[in-house]
């Protein structure tokens, strides 16, 4: 595609974000170094404004809508992150925003979308199209439909991560992105290869869901149906033409992690870090322990894409595990 967005892109979300989105922290694990014989670097996405990196691509997408589309409003689906992220955008731009989520995600995800002000809406993800839905309440109300991920400002938003890590951590060898519809991933693929050229770029996806792994492994896009895992903010059908296309450019590998693994992740980020992480915020951390790299000697970032878990879930799976 010659459409793509560029890392040019990414510097002028970056301006556009400044003064609206926090600057994340880097934090650091003596005891994961000691494991993984490596230097590894967490972008702290979890303390985002809304708690996930879902309000870089949100707030620059609705930055650049015009007086029309402003008046008329912003409509978007989403399991969780990228709804509160566009009710919150929407609101700080004051603009109206109606929020299509599906019936079973986490309660305080729904209240947050509720809280920012947005009509939600909820649907059945197992027996309805989400991206059908939106595309019939877009054209009834005459809204603007932003997608979680198959949108160029949405991408270049989210490219502002890893931009944002090399210039607080300097170069990479490697970097580990959690992986739902690719918009993350493909983001941060664009500022390694303009900052870190010699990094090693790898997406990972839950193992129930690895429709993105099978795309990179054959070539072309691969549709599975709604995948059954706790990674609520990955259970996507398939990447789009748009995310794809920067994925087999500039990733280097596609990897996946089970349930049990997330849990674990939960678990050391809880005990040794203090971090609430939710599940879907655990996969890069599972891929770089158990993806099977040799990471020795090696700097490595791990993105931890967001916090938002409903507490009593939490609670359960540190309990009980899955």
């Known amino acids: 595609?010659?459409?793509?967005?560029?890392?040019?892109?990414?510097?002028?979300?970056?301006?556009?974000?400044q003064g609206h989105a926090h600057a994340t922290p880097v934090l650091r694990s003596a005891t994961l170094d000691a494991r993984l014989g490596a230097e590894v670097f967490f972008k702290c996405e979890n303390f985002?404004?809304?708690g996930a990196f879902k309000f870089r691509g949100a707030f620059n997408a609705l930055s650049r809508f015009d007086a029309a589309q402003r008046r008329a409003g912003v409509i978007a689906f989403s399991s969780g992150n990228h709804a509160q992220a566009v009710a919150l955008s929407a609101r700080l731009l004051g603009l109206p925003a109606l929020i299509l989520m599906p019936q079973d995600a986490p309660q305080a995800k729904i209240a947050a979308t509720r809280g920012y002000g947005a009509e939600v809406v909820l649907f059945d993800r197992f027996q309805?199209?989400?991206e059908q839905?939106?595309?019939?309440?877009?054209?009834?109300?005459?809204?603007?439909?932003?997608?979680?991920?198959?949108?160029?400002?949405?991408?270049?938003?989210?490219?502002?991560?890893?931009?944002?890590l090399f210039e607080q951590t300097g170069a990479l060898d490697d970097l580990f992105v959690c992986m739902g519809g690719g918009g993350l991933l493909s983001g941060?693929?664009?500022?390694?290869?303009?900052?870190?050229?010699?990094?090693?770029?790898?997406?990972?996806e839950p193992e129930a869901g690895n429709d993105g792994q099978q795309s990179f492994r054959s070539g072309s896009i691969v549709r599975i149906p709604t995948p059954r895992t706790i990674a609520d903010g990955a259970q996507t059908q398939a990447l789009s033409p748009l995310t794809f296309g920067i994925i087999r450019r500039d990733v280097q590998d596609i990897l996946t992690a089970t349930d049990a693994q997330l849990v674990e992740c939960m678990r050391f980020f809880a005990e040794r870090m203090k971090l609430v992480v939710e599940p879907t915020g655990c996969l890069a951390l599972a891929g770089a322990l158990h993806g099977g790299l040799d990471l020795r000697g090696r700097r490595v970032g791990v993105v931890i894409s967001g916090g938002n878990v409903d507490l009593q879930h939490y609670g359960r799976l540190l309990a009980e595990g899955v």
Do not use: N, W, Y
Not at 4 to 16: N, S, Y
Not at 189 to 204: D, F, Y
């Open 128 to 130: 309805q199209d989400r």
């Open 133 to 164: 839905l939106g595309r019939t309440l877009a054209a009834e109300r005459g809204m603007t439909l932003i997608p979680p991920f198959d949108h160029p400002d949405v991408v270049a938003g989210q490219g502002t991560v890893a931009k944002e």
């Open 1 to 17: 595609m010659s459409d793509l967005p560029t890392f040019a892109d990414v510097v002028a979300a970056a301006g556009r974000l």
């Open 48 to 50: 985002q404004r809304m």
């Open 188 to 204: 941060c693929a664009l500022s390694a290869r303009a900052l870190s050229p010699g990094c090693r770029v790898i997406g990972v």
